[in-house]
Nanobody
Framework: QLVESGGGLVQAGGSLRLSCASS????????MGWFRQAPGKEREFVAA????????YYADSVKGRFTISRDNAKNTVYLQMNSLKPEDTAVYYC???????????????????WGQGTQVTVSS
């Protein structure tokens, strides 16, 4: 089970930190990702981290503003979001896949398990 938290309403330029707590899985073996979906749009890749944490990946739209990290002791992956923009408004989803592979990690089809999502709203 994946449970996201940390979403909310923030003004443009502000920050939020999303958390995704994993349970019932061997978290340390999972590649983890964050995706988002705005109303009327397809779910899109935001960030991903390999099982070891050694490799991270970002969408161009968030590079330099967002940071993905993981704490295997807490079975949790984080998304630190800084300099938020109104176009970052979306439901943010956490995803997991038990794999050591990284090919395709930016594709939503790579991940087999998903959380319920947390709403992030950035006001202008």
């Amino acid at each position: 089970q994946l449970v996201e938290s940390g979403g909310g309403l923030v003004q443009a330029g502000g920050s939020l930190r999303l958390s995704c707590a994993s349970s019932g899985r061997t978290f340390r073996n999972d590649a983890m990702g964050w995706f988002r979906q705005a109303p009327g749009k397809e779910r899109e890749f935001v960030a991903a981290i390999s099982w070891s944490g050694a490799s991270t990946y970002y969408a161009d739209s968030v590079k330099g503003r967002f940071t993905i990290s993981r704490d295997n002791a807490k079975n949790t992956v984080y998304l630190q979001m800084n300099s938020l923009k109104p176009e970052d408004t979306a439901v943010y989803y956490c995803a997991a896949e038990m794999t050591y592979k990284i090919d395709g990690i930016t594709d939503k089809e790579f991940f087999g398990s998903w959380g319920q999502g947390t709403q992030v709203t950035v006001s202008s």
